[in-house]
């Protein structure tokens, strides 16, 4: 993947702000401010991709806006008190991991899995072992919300340091917020901070990675006198 200069962070400068805001409301226990501000982070996310591709609405930005705004409806479900609106994020999530996926798979990846991809089974199988006696009627769904960020994680290992990144700081914060929200023993000590900032990075870096590599291809498709608009639809 090609280098990134900081330049082309520009479009991403709303969502730095907005996340440092909600974290700053985080840290002090503002509800207003974190309220506020939690719809805007994925909206100016996504704001940023498109900025950031220009015309290049291609299939690995379509797959990555629908995975955005699969999150955003899980963020702001999960605004809202009551076993219902959870799992409607959980599900809202659950999707926009399958849409993670599908991009990993079908379009950032390359070559095979590392072998190191194998400890995230590990983790998998730890937290499981660690949260099935307190899940009760949630066992299943959780469960399958489990395997599915796990598998997430997994392919990401194959687009790249910038992704997988991202991809292993979104199963750290989902893992902190299953463990937060269901072991009434475990009390993480500023537990919406730390799922937050963990989350706010994994959204920013796989979209950062996104980003990279549309750019790349673009620029080897030109180099070669290739029909960009045509080539960046499909591997």
Known sequence: ?????????????????????????????????????????????????????????????????IALLLSWVGDVALMISGSLWFVVGLGAFLLAHVAYIVLFLRHLGRGKLPRAALLYLVWLALLVVFLVPYLGPMLVPALLYAVVITTMAIVATRCGPIVTLGALLFLLSDSMLAVNKFVPDVVLPQSGF?????????QGLIIVGVVAFVRARAAANATDGVDVSGDLTSR
């Not at 409301?25 to 503002?30: D, E, K, P």
């Not at 730390?194 to 994994?202: D, E, G, K, P, R």
């Open 194 to 202: 730390l799922v937050m900032i963990t989350y706010i990075a994994a």
């Open 1 to 65: 993947m090609s280098r990134f200069p900081l330049r082309r962070l520009v479009p991403f400068s709303p969502y730095v702000i907005f996340s440092i805001l909600h974290l700053l409301g985080q840290l002090a226990g503002s509800e207003t401010l974190t309220q506020t501000t939690k719809p805007l982070l994925i909206l100016s996310l996504a704001a940023a991709l498109i900025w950031s591709v220009g015309a290049r609405l291609t299939a690995p930005v379509i797959v990555a806006l």
